[in-house]
């Protein structure tokens, strides 16, 4: 017997695995399985992007880049997001290795050991968990579901959340358009949490991945972001990813726009976590963001499609209350009766072959629901309903 037994620290000990995947590490890849239970495009990224990151090996690009990225692609970026919100400069940006990457790093930079941070829930597992490796304490706010049974919608109750973010809290936690919910928040929404913020000294981290499929817009390309109404000095962190709006997922690119005063010591961890991005995906993101207008609107176009046919198709089945997201690329619905969905996942796979995400994976307050990612064809989404109403009709 060693004196000394090998095991990781307590508070990793004690982080959560992901019951998105619990569900579906047994059956992945299983001939048969319809899932849906990923957040993930049900299509390759386009040719021309491809394109770019082969030219860029047949060229020889296998160094590494600058910690921040590679100039050309911060620049692509920085007219981006300038187009979208307000004037923001390349050297706020960093080129990070995923949108994930891109909260770990963020959660680096700003949480010491006992921080209390605040998370707006149900939110996709990884944004609570990461700052807990960090010693952050994470407490959560819920958003209230369906206070109109004629057209119930995931809402934020702001006073809650104001009450919640107490002087001392170091950040909040905040991911609009929301996975699972689907949750948009209001520009008013966020100029009250801004100025309150703002008073206490309180980050707000915005997690912006989805921050382009958004629906029912009036010709909004763009979700409401912080980014629009912030100064440069804000204690806002933004993070994004190539994941979602350019079908990129395998790639792992993504960015973290920060406050000037930040970025050397982002640069300082950038290099100790990954030194960059690998140079050739960042010759693809170059690429996809200069010449990707058009994926943009085909995928938006193509989810509200898919959006607007489950949202419409599980509302028809007995005992399912699905409220229609207005932005990312999942129905969050309420199966009646269900006290324990990640058991009802498992049986769905065993028994249905259909593969969705509990709702007990986005926190405490997702029990009772099951979250659906309906990027993907019609077809498919339809020959998951009639799997669904069998196993519902069987029970
Ligand atoms: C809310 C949210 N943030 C961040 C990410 C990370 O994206 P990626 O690491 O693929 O860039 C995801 C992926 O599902 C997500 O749902």
Request: aromatic share 8%; hydrophobic share 45%; net charge negative.
């Amino acid at each position: 017997m060693l004196s000394f037994p090998p095991h990781s620290r307590p508070i990793v000990q004690a982080l959560s695995a992901s019951r998105i995947r619990e569900v579906a590490n047994a059956d992945i890849g299983r001939a048969g399985i319809l899932p849906f239970w990923f957040g993930e495009p049900d299509e390759v990224t386009p040719d021309f992007i491809r394109e770019a990151a082969k030219a860029a090996l047949d060229e020889g690009d296998t160094f590494y880049t600058h910690n921040y990225g590679m100039p050309a692609l911060r620049e692509a970026i920085s007219s981006y997001l300038s187009g979208l919100h307000q004037p923001i400069s390349a050297e706020r940006i960093a080129v990070t290795s995923s949108g994930v990457s891109a909260l770990m790093l963020t959660a680096q930079l700003i949480i010491n050991p006992g921080d209390h941070v605040v998370a707006v829930t149900p939110l996709w597992p990884n944004l609570i968990e990461i700052p807990k490796i960090l010693g952050a304490h994470v407490t959560t706010v819920a958003l209230q579901f369906g206070r109109d049974p004629a057209a119930p919608l995931w809402e934020l109750d702001i006073d809650q959340l104001l009450a919640a973010l107490t002087p001392g809290t170091k950040a909040l936690v905040i991911n609009s358009p929301n996975n699972p919910t689907g949750w948009v928040i209001t520009r008013a929404q966020q100029e009250i949490i801004l100025a309150h913020c703002r008073l206490h000294g309180i980050w707000i981290m915005a997690d912006d991945v989805y921050e382009r499929l958004v629906y029912d817009t009036d010709g909004r390309a763009c979700a409401p972001s912080f980014l629009d109404i912030g100064v440069p000095e804000d204690r806002i962190i933004s993070t994004n990813s190539f994941s979602k709006s350019w079908l990129m997922t395998g790639w792992r690119l993504g960015w973290v726009v920060a406050p000037k005063a930040l970025m050397e010591d982002l640069g300082k961890l950038i290099e100790f976590n990954t030194c960059c991005a690998p140079g050739f995906v960042q010759r693809a993101g170059i690429v996809a963001i200069e010449r990707g207008d058009e994926i943009i609107r085909n995928t938006v176009a193509r989810y509200q499609t898919a959006r607007d046919f489950l949202h419409a198709r599980l509302n028809a089945l007995p005992g399912i209350t699905a409220p229609k997201p207005k932005g990312a690329m999942y129905l969050f619905f309420k199966v009646d009766g269900a006290t324990d969905t990640l058991e009802l996942c498992k049986r769905l796979v065993r028994e249905a072959d259909l593969g969705l995400a509990p709702g007990s994976a986005f926190g405490a307050e997702g029990e009772g629901y099951v979250r659906w990612c309906f990027a993907s064809s019609l077809e498919r989404l339809e020959g998951g309903a009639q799997r669904l109403e069998r196993f519902l009709g069987r029970q």
